[in-house]
């Protein structure tokens, strides 16, 4: 068993009016890549919240590397990349990296050492000396990204890391993020984008409403939920598709993307079937392919449409 | 510690590189020098003196003296010095009053027109009896031109009435001096070798410094906690750096920025001092010409420095903390308007008892002003100048300021704490309260 980094522990966080996050449990094991799963307003960020000491919880207790006494004391051991994001817009952008480093402890020599490896790593080397103001968004997320990572933190907690960005960035930011948790450190992080998850995750925590609905490695997750499932990519008459998969004798459910479709098989059924329906209604198929059940589809069957509230956290903080 | 350091160094280093900081560090003493030269510049621009008209009622005999004392009146000192009046006697007997009318209608016309003239004296017997001469002109309301014009007047008025009461005026004038009180301070039983009235004026000088700094700059404290909510920047900072961190580090640093701003600007005036008269040569009005504003800054008495110095940090420190609350519980500089009327109230408040205290510096009242927190940093600093104040008060003073500093930088600290995080609405009494005694 590896050493638990992060261990939430019955965690409940009301705000005037509604209940954040419920009677929460859950233990971030040292090393890997951790996610925190759930629609919006689920309470993603109110438990970071609580793991940074920045919000106590009205019950339970949360202890961060070994300590309950807060994550502050320790936070040059911790990168934290908050959801509510923001920089000094006069700053330049070398003073605006040094400044966050020195805040965790880190000399100011070593800091700008380091600033300038990341920057030159994420393309910004031509944007030392600007002012942060004059950076794009995404460009602004970089450098956050870079403060909470300079300090080379053993343990680092990202809310919504991706969010925000293009394609090309996004990519680099989750090789970035795999990179570090390949040296052996620990990455938390929270998302609604299943995929990346998917991609990215040891292990998950799915929560809604406040409350855990799943918790688990991503192998231990799927087999869990069991059943077999098709992955189906059209590439003509897909709406006679519809029909086949109306069969709830061969398919027990559906998530049906327009172009692209899973679905769950039915009980005792391999597959052979549903594809010979497909062709006998003329379907154009360029994928079809049995597999887990995606997140995705866990995702939706466990949060369900209901599992999104309308608010997000901060109106009530 | 470190930690500390890093936000008073970006504090301090942001803020210094700003335009604003350094345009209004500049313009102090370009302010400073303006005042200095500027009247002495306009005056020395006016090259022919008053143009005036004596009218003599009488028999011109009194006339003529009066006239020869205006053009005997000379700007400045020197050889060289302009004429202050360029007089006319008119010797008008019974007709004096038409004289005048027609007089009256060529007075203050633009300083072009033939014959315009600037003002009238008129004298008669009848006015010589009663010790009474009048002037009409455009200039009766400056204050300036009629004390000049009775200090010319007054003495050839009395010579005359000394005359004419069979008074040998000599002898009389050199009798009838005015009393001239010389005042020097004594200091714990030291004469010191200031007059009263130059460290009663520096200590409140130094009362406007702290007032004027905590405007300029509390509110400073405040606008950038504000600021720091709306970037959204506070949440990674509270991450690393404690509330009490952030608050004393924010403090610190900008207030080492009103320090350098109020260092430069005293530096300026000091060096306006020492070389006065080279920069007025420079501006190109000589010595000579005077009348502008002698630029004075008496000298400072160590113990009166070293209480300002601390009355001065201490009044910072607990009016920046307020004001960093204040800012962490709203969300916009609007918002603040109405927040920071309490903490404005206060430093109305001191400044007025610089004055309250004026007539009994060691009474029980300055004694109870120098015991309020919010009101001894003001108070102390001019009670100390007019009479020093006793060490055992002083020393209990400062405790009680020192006291209140640290109940309202932690009751900050707790307001701060919450409030940084707080977004959408301004906090009520009651969300304070509940922020206060929240663990």
Redesign the interface.
Known sequence: MAETVIAVNGVTKRFSGHTAVKNLSMSVARGGIFGLLGPNGAGKSTTIRMIMNIFMPDEGQVAVLGSTAGSRGLSARIGYLPEERGLYPKMKVIDQIIFLAETKGIPRAVARKRAGEWLARLDLGDWTAKKVQDLSKGMQQKIQFIGALLHEPELVILDEPFSGLDPVNSKTMREIVVDIARQGRTVLFSTHIMEHAEKMCDHIVIIAHGEKRVDGTLAEIKREFGGQHVALTFTRNAERAARVLADRTLVSKVSDFGATAEVALAANESGDRLLEALVREGVGLSRFQVMEASLQSIFEARVGVDGARPFAMREES | M??VF??IR?EF??RVR?KAFVIGTLLGPVFFIGMAVLPALLLSRETTGRKVVVIDAGTGEFGAKITAALAAAKKGTGADAESKFVPTLVVAGTRAEEVRDSLVRMTGLSKRAEGSIDGLVMVSESGIAKGQASYLGVNVGSPRDMEDLRGILSPVMMTERLQRAGVDPVVALGAVVPLSLETRKVSEGKLTNESGGATFALAYAMGFILYISLLLYGTQVMSSVIE?KS????????????PFQLLLGKVVGVGAVSMLQIGVWTTAAKLLRDYQPQIMKAFGVSGAAGGGMPFMLPSMPTDLLVIFLIYFALGFLLYSAAYAAIGSMCTTIQETQQAQMPVMLFIIMGLMSMFALLNEPNGTLARVLSLIPPLAPFVVPVRHSIAPIPIGELLLSIASTVAGLLLIVWVAARIYRVGI????KKASVKDLWRWVRAS
């Open positions: 470190s930690k890093a936000v970006r280093v942001e700003t720091e970037n959204r920047i506070m949440e990674i900072l509270v991450s690393s750096l404690t995080l707080s977004y959408g």
